[in-house]
């Protein structure tokens, strides 16, 4: 049973530039959330989506987008990244029928020079 | 103030003792409470989820949820070198299925 799966695991870009991160949920999971780990912090939640829909968004400007296709895999876009957007991005699905805790993958590390 | 704080550590304990990590919060609308384990350079591993207040068990780990205080617990028994990392407690409203709020963790070290 194949859980969740990132891509890339490391990244470093430069300011300015854009980056795309990619999510494959759980088997049998149809909800995708993302969120912004800070070294020593928790997890922050950036948004949600549920049958291709962004469904709740966290604290986050709009430089923070996101898709979900129609297999339930999801990606994470920022634009115009910032020395501040340097973090382990965690995906993390869950089932949008029930009320099921978020399963992570093991993210992409971030890294903005 | 954040609505999740958890003592933040680190702790090091030897091996074979009783761990005992806390988290209060301040939001009532949190109906649902998970515990994660995170190792360095890896995502957070759900470890337990409870709903009512009380205890849940589930082999050396007990969740404890007392929602009139607003605080959670999770004991570890018998702790082993191999529990050492970092531990999240998270929760979330019943209207929020996503949306889970994080505490900053606490770091256990369990020494041989």
């Known amino acids: 049973d194949a859980g969740v799966t990132q891509s890339p695991t490391h990244l470093i870009k430069t300011r300015g530039q854009q980056v795309t991160l990619r999510c494959s949920p759980k088997?049998?999971?149809?909800?995708v959330s993302w969120y912004q780990q800070a070294l020593g912090q928790g997890p922050q939640f950036i948004f949600q989506y549920y049958e291709e829909e962004e469904r709740q968004r966290g604290n986050f400007p709009d430089r923070f987008s996101g898709h979900q296709f129609p297999n339930y895999s999801s990606e994470l876009n920022v634009n115009a990244l910032l020395l501040g957007d340097s973090a382990l991005y965690l995906c993390?699905?869950?089932?949008?029928?029930?009320?099921?805790?978020?399963?992570f993958g093991n993210g992409t590390r971030l890294t903005v020079t | 103030q954040k609505e999740v704080e958890q003592d933040p550590g680190p702790l090091s304990v030897p091996e074979g003792a009783i761990v005992s990590l806390n988290c209060t919060y301040s939001?009532?609308?949190?109906?649902?409470f998970m515990w994660y384990r995170q190792y360095s350079r890896k995502g957070p591993e759900l470890l337990m989820y409870?709903?009512?207040?009380g205890n849940k068990e589930d082999g050396r780990f007990t969740a404890q949820v007392d929602k009139s205080s607003k605080y959670i617990s999770l004991f570890i028994r018998d702790s082993q070198p191999s529990d050492s990392a970092t531990y999240l407690c998270?929760?979330?409203?019943?209207?929020?299925?996503?949306?889970?709020?994080f505490g900053d963790g606490t770091t256990l070290t369990v020494k041989p």
């Open positions: 993390a699905s869950s089932s949008g029928r029930s009320n099921s805790p978020l399963h």
């Open positions: 939001n009532s609308a949190f109906q649902y």
């Open positions: 409870t709903y009512s207040s």
């Open positions: 998270a929760m979330r409203a019943y209207t929020n299925a996503g949306k889970s709020t």
């Open positions: 088997s049998g999971h149809d909800t």
